[in-house]
């Protein structure tokens, strides 16, 4: 079934340590997205890439770096995990240039607690 | 800056219509979009438009005025599985989607 994948589903991590979150797409959507969703907020997009070698910063970078190799998988790394952190995040993807421009298609999403 | 402006909870009872209204003020304006998603799960996709109309799928419509900066996205024949969030965006100059905080909608019996 195409769509996107994350991993972990959910994660409890203690404050200081390293942690990638694993997204990968099988739709060969050019662009791919991190978004964090907190209670109250919309969602906030952390870094995209609009196609495989390149990324750029979004609305809330800080705490976060991303790279893409090619174009199926896009993970994120939080190199030194605060409280501040603890989210729902969500990795997206989109046809940039397609039909219907920009519909984002998103995964289940991966819960982290940061203590 | 940039910001869109939805209710925060709404609440309407099966079988009835909800219309669930936007305002935006984007840099720029690139097409708006709908998304639902239910609690816990993923935002999905429900409606984009960029021309000022009404665009009907369904139970779902959605409308939108460029000049007045507004939106909204109309359900019709409620049902219990409805009760979710809904979630307006704007794809703003630099076609990044700037999006609201979203509508929790309550469905009563």
């Known amino acids: 079934i195409a769509g996107i994948t994350q991993a972990p589903t959910s994660q409890i991590l203690a404050a200081g340590r390293r942690m990638t979150l694993r997204c990968t797409q099988d739709?060969?959507?050019?662009?791919m997205y991190w978004y964090r969703q907190d209670l109250g907020l919309g969602l906030r997009l952390i870094h995209y890439s609009n196609t495989a070698g390149t990324t750029g910063k979004g609305e809330v970078p800080d705490g976060y770096s991303v790279s893409r190799a090619n174009t199926d998988d896009f993970p994120l790394t939080l190199a030194s995990a605060v409280p501040s952190q603890t989210s729902v995040y969500f990795c997206?993807?989109?046809?940039?240039?397609?039909?219907?421009?920009?519909?984002?298609?998103f995964g289940p999403g991966t819960r982290l607690t940061v203590l | 800056g940039q910001n869109i402006d939805q209710p925060t909870e709404m609440t309407a009872t099966e079988g009835a219509i909800v219309q669930i209204n936007c305002t935006y003020q984007t840099s720029g304006f690139n097409g708006l979009f709908w998304y639902q998603q239910h609690a816990g799960e993923a935002p999905t996709f429900l409606s984009y438009n960029v021309l000022d109309g009404l665009e009907e799928k369904g139970r779902f419509s959605s409308f939108l005025s460029r000049s007045k900066g507004y939106s909204y996205l109309l359900l019709k024949e409620l049902q219990m599985k409805d009760s979710a969030s809904y979630l307006c965006a704007v794809l703003d100059s630099n076609y990044q989607l700037i999006w609201g905080a979203g509508t929790k909608l309550i469905i009563k019996p």
């Open positions: 997206a993807s989109s046809d940039v240039g397609g039909s219907r421009p920009d519909t984002q298609y």
């Open positions: 739709m060969r959507h050019n662009a």
